[in-house]
T-cell receptor, first 114, second 117 residues
Framework: DAKTTQPPSMDCAEGRAANLPCNHS???????VYWYRQIHSQGPQYIIH???NNETNEMASLIITEDRKSSTLILPHATLRDTAVYYC???????????????FGAGTTVTVRA | GAVVSQHPSRVICKSGTSVKIECRSL??????MFWYRQFPKQSLMLMAT?????????EQGVEKDKFLINHASLTLSTLTVTSAHPEDSSFYIC?????????????FGDGTRLSIL
């Protein structure tokens, strides 16, 4: 029951910016968008999250459209170690309480090439 | 930053064995932890939500008697795969989020690769 859609794969040149799109057209007003990535045979790694405003941290930038129906994760200078599956996630409320769970879609397989 | 530790990282055992996997939040308290399973070339599938001091909530299709979850403290949840069979071979991953900070991200362990012979 993933609430986001992402392209299945993309290639990126080392040293260039990688722009990863995500559509979340059914997002509600108070739901955050989270980005994780998973390098082969490891647990997912948190990258960034946001609600309305654009966000930036040491790993990436997150650009959210004004209508919040889509967002773009930007890796400013991709390196070979950024090769991973990137997941864009909108949380799903847990019916039994006020907590949330993450529903993972297929993500985008990003391959950074030298 | 927040760290979630998972142990063991790899288990190989015979069919019929029960296997326990531990998930610890090392520098924060977690009322809720989550257990996922990932088969090769597939995405993560949530198995259950582990609640400190109460019963776990299982996703549809996940057998609660097969996958026993205990969340006895605010820093430890365990998943026991009972009477494991080859079809239970998978990558099991836990995650946790700091209690009382609902908008903060979940942090994941490094996973446990379970191989049943």
């Amino acid at each position: 029951d993933a609430k986001t859609t992402q392209p299945p794969s993309m290639d990126c040149a080392e040293g260039r910016a990688a722009n990863l799109p995500c559509n979340h057209s059914t997002i509600s007003g108070n739901e955050y968008v989270y980005w994780y990535r998973q390098i082969h045979s490891q647990g997912p790694q948190y990258i960034i999250h946001g609600l309305k405003n654009n966000e930036t941290n040491e790993m990436a930038s997150l650009i959210i459209t004004e209508d919040r129906k889509s967002s773009t994760l930007i890796l400013p200078h991709a390196t070979l170690r950024d090769t991973a599956v990137y997941y864009c996630i909108v949380r799903v409320p847990i019916p039994s309480g006020d907590d949330y769970k993450l529903s993972f879609g297929a993500g985008t397989t990003v391959t950074v090439r030298a | 930053g927040a760290v979630v530790s998972q142990h063991p990282s790899r288990v190989i055992c015979k069919s019929g064995t029960s296997v326990k996997i531990e998930c610890r939040s090392l520098d924060f308290q977690a009322t809720t932890m989550f257990w996922y399973r990932q088969f090769p070339k597939q995405s993560l599938m949530l198995m259950a939500t582990s609640n400190e001091g109460s019963k776990a909530t299982y996703e549809q299709g996940v057998e609660k008697d097969k996958f026993l979850i205990n969340h006895a403290s605010l820093t430890l949840s365990t998943l026991t795969v009972t009477s494991a069979h080859p079809e239970d071979s998978s990558f099991y991953i836990c995650s946790a989020r700091e209690s009382g900070r609902s908008n903060q991200p979940q942090h994941f362990g490094d996973g446990t690769r379970l191989s049943i012979l």
